[in-house]
Each structure stands twice: as C-alpha cells, then as structure tokens.
C-alpha cells in the first residue's frame, strides 16, 4: 500500500488536515471506509470519477478504489534529529513512507501563535529539511563506518556502497538538495537504498491559507512555489479548516460550497493526486458485474506486471491482454460494443500500460 507521511512544525495546521483526510468518504468508497490502523495512522480513498461510470455501465455490485495509507507524524521541532521534541520516534516514521507531504503554515492569525513567532514559510521548510538531513547523515555516517572494513578489502560491493556513502556525506553536509538519478549510479541507489533516507523521498508542499486565499494564494504560497519549483517539488494551495467543514456538508454540499469559494476540487483531491504525479503512478480498471476496481502500477509498467499486481498467477501465466481505453468504453457503453467497434485490442508481453486502461488478463493456469 502507498504511505504518505504527512509532516509539519507545531500550529501550522497539520492535525487538522489529517482530521479531514481521515473523514473524509467519496462517494464511491462505500467498501473502503476510512479505517483506524494506529492513533495516527489513516488509509483514505483515492478519488476516481471514473470508476463510478463504468461501475454504473457494467452493473458492477461493488466498487473498489484504490487507497492511500496516511501517517500523521507529530510536529517537528527544531532539535528533532538529535531527540529533542520526541524528535527520534517521529523520524523513524518518515523513514517508512513513500513521500513526504510538508504542511507549511501561509496564513496570518494572531490568536494561533507560530512556534517561532513570525509567519516564514520558507523558514519553516528548511527546519524540516534541515533536522531530515541531519538525521540522514547520522545514519549515514554509521553505516559508512561498519562497512569502509570490507571496501578496504578490496569487496566489490562495498567498495560501489562506500563510495556511494561519501558522496551522501558531502551533499548532506552542504545542504544540497539531492536528486538520486543525478548524483548517483544505478549500482550506487541500489547500495544506498536500504538506508531509507528521508532527504530523498518525493515532497509535495501543502501551503495552507486561509479560506480567503483559497482561490489564488498569496504572497507566502507565491514563495512556497518558487522554493518547490527550484528544488524539485510539488505544490499543493489548501485550506485545512475549509477541509474539515466540508466533511460535514455531505457530496452535495461540500460541491456546492467549493464553487461558492470559486474552486473545482477540494485540496485533499488535489494533494492526493499530486502524491500520484509525484511518484509518477497510474491506474488500470477492472470492471465487470462482481466489482469495478482501481489498481496502481509505476508509469511504464508492461501488461504482465500489471497483471502480477492482481494476482502472481497472473504474470506466471499471462498470455495476453484485452485492452480498452476508458474514453472508448464509455463512448460504446459496453464489451462487446466495443469488439464490434474495433477499439478492444489484444496486446502482449510488451505492451506499455496506459493510464485508465480497462483490462481482463488471459493466462494459462
């Protein structure tokens, strides 16, 4: 399952958003409602108008989407990589989730005081980063000391890790923004992978505003961008409050009191589909009379791959795919209107798969 872990520093807004994220039920996920793993642990639909479509045109008796766990790590406070603020216990949780969606605080309030007395968005994320990069170069320095014995040795693979852990030295020293693919070989990620490193991981900056800047943002989100846009990240404009009451205005409401507030979709939506964009995933359909369901793959995912996300048996003994395009398939409104038309295809082992591809998986048992 895609764990996102959501991070902050104290009063920006953080325990709100999440409070709306783990409320929140789309329509079509009646059959995964939000479910309680830990205090601070939530799994949250991922909305997809389009499963709703085709459940209606194939007679579908459930609907499955697929899910984001969510992590709400406490707030981090300066110190953090060093302990302070139970600092260890909530790194460690970072550590285990596929991307990292850092709540920065771009709202005035004089009765919600700011942990450090001023409003600096950009202050605020180079904090985060800051005790991120401190606590991934302890790790870092560690494992470099177990493992320079056996580079000296003349260990290949070590020596590939080594030299690997240098340069992670160098560039977390320096602050640098590191992009795996950039500074490193493929052997070299391959080494380092099991560290788990925080400094790493995909970010999605959620500037939260007041309802007011909702529509168009402000001069802090302006500076909150132009940070992500430098640095390799995503931006998401959202207002936590407004998030929360949405929960209790029902689908009707919530739709209504968005375009009121001149937006089309909720920023939940919007944070939830850029963790997808991020991490550069897509979704293929299954659909049928039992359930329409959403599976997630990597973009760039062959047909047999995908078919071992349902199922191993499947990939073992895939024959072929019978592939149609979701546009397709609501414009003929049905599977055999579409074999009629010519727009089902039957693809093989190296077929690409598409965003929103309806599949059913021929294998041999």
Do not use: W
């Given at each position: 399952m895609l764990r996102a872990g959501i991070v902050g520093l104290p009063n920006v807004g953080k325990s709100t958003l999440f409070n709306?994220?783990?409320?929140?039920?789309?329509?079509?996920?009646?059959?995964?409602?939000?479910?309680?793993?830990?205090?601070?642990?939530?799994?949250?639909?991922?909305?997809?108008?389009?499963?709703k479509v085709l459940a209606d045109l194939c007679k579908s008796k459930e609907i499955i989407p697929t899910v984001i766990e969510f992590v709400d790590i406490a707030g981090l406070v300066k110190g953090a990589s060093k302990g302070e603020g139970l600092g260890n216990q909530f790194l460690h949780n970072i550590r285990e989730v596929d991307a990292i969606i850092q709540v920065v605080r771009c709202f005035d309030d004089e009765n919600t005081i700011h942990v450090a007395g001023k409003v600096d968005p950009i202050s605020d994320i180079e904090i985060i980063n800051t005790e991120l990069a401190l606590a991934d170069l302890a790790s870092v320095e560690r494992r470099a000391a177990r493992i320079s014995k056996q580079a000296k040795g003349g260990d290949k693979e070590a020596l590939i890790e080594d030299g690997a852990l240098k340069k992670l030295t160098e560039l977390l020293s320096a602050g640098t923004f590191i992009n795996l693919k950039e500074?490193?070989?493929?052997?070299?990620?391959?080494?380092?992978?099991?560290?788990?490193?925080?400094?790493?991981?995909?970010?999605?900056?959620?500037?939260?505003?007041s309802e007011f800047d909702l529509k168009e943002g402000n001069n802090y989100t302006k500076l909150v961008e132009e940070y992500a846009k430098k640095h390799g990240a995503q931006t998401v404009i959202i207002c936590a409050r407004i998030e929360e009451e949405l929960v209790e205005l029902g689908e009707e409401g919530a739709k209504e009191y968005l375009e009121e507030l001149g937006v089309s979709d909720s920023g939940i939506d919007k944070m939830i589909k850029s963790v997808y964009s991020l991490l550069n995933l897509i979704t293929f359909i299954t659909a049928g009379e039992k359930e329409t369901r959403a599976w997630t793959i990597i973009n760039g995912t062959k047909a047999p791959q995908a078919a071992g996300v349902i199922h191993t048996d499947f990939e073992k003994g895939f024959i072929r795919a019978e592939v149609t395009a979701y546009k397709d398939f609501v414009e003929c409104g049905s599977y055999s209107a579409c074999k009629d038309k010519g727009v089902t295809r039957l693809e093989g082992k190296d077929y690409v798969m598409q965003d929103g591809d309806i599949v059913h998986f021929r294998f041999a048992t």
């Open positions: 709306a994220l783990t409320a929140t039920k789309n329509a079509q996920s009646a059959n995964y409602p939000f479910c309680t793993i830990e205090p601070n642990v939530g799994v949250v639909t991922v909305p997809d108008e389009r499963l500074h490193f070989t493929e052997e070299e990620i391959f080494a380092i992978r099991p560290l788990n490193l925080m400094s790493v991981k995909p970010v999605i900056y959620c500037a939260n505003v």
